[in-house]
Nanobody
Framework: VQLVESGGGLVQPGGSLRLSCAAS????????IGWFRQAPGKEREGVGC????????YYTDSVKGRFTISRDNAKNTVYLHLNNLKPEDTAVYFC??????????????????WGQGTQVTVSS
């Protein structure tokens, strides 16, 4: 199982980014994928999750209406679209895979496979 994030960078407040999570070593269609983030000095927190075939999505309150998760199973990739970014969104963003099709509680212990993370910095 391998997950590789990309697409991070430096963006001004109000800007947008699209993060990618490229999956390999397993059939992406069969699994939900979650996104987490970790800011300096803070614990890793769940951002959102997309279920497998139905594509149902769930988001933490702080990003609802600004972030969107989508998936392209044919490309073995899950995306996190970040819009109207704020300085408090600055963090390393990780994608992670739980053990099943549905999205579990957004707690790290329910996600067994992780990518290495990609840095998002929101600053003017």
């Amino acid at each position: 199982v391998q997950l590789v994030e990309s697409g991070g960078g430096l963006v001004q407040p109000g800007g947008s980014l699209r993060l990618s999570c490229a999956a390999s070593g397993f059939t992406l269609d069969y699994y939900a994928i979650g996104w987490f983030r970790q800011a300096p000095g803070k614990e890793r927190e769940g951002v959102g999750c997309i279920s497998s075939s139905a594509g149902a999505t769930y988001y933490t309150d702080s990003v609802k209406g600004r972030f969107t998760i989508s998936r392209d199973n044919a490309k073995n990739t899950v995306y996190l679209h970040l819009n109207n970014l704020k300085p408090e969104d600055t963090a390393v963003y990780f994608c992670a895979r739980p053990d099943g099709r549905g999205c579990p509680v957004m707690n790290m212990r329910f996600f067994g496979s992780w990518g290495q993370g990609t840095q998002v910095t929101v600053s003017s």
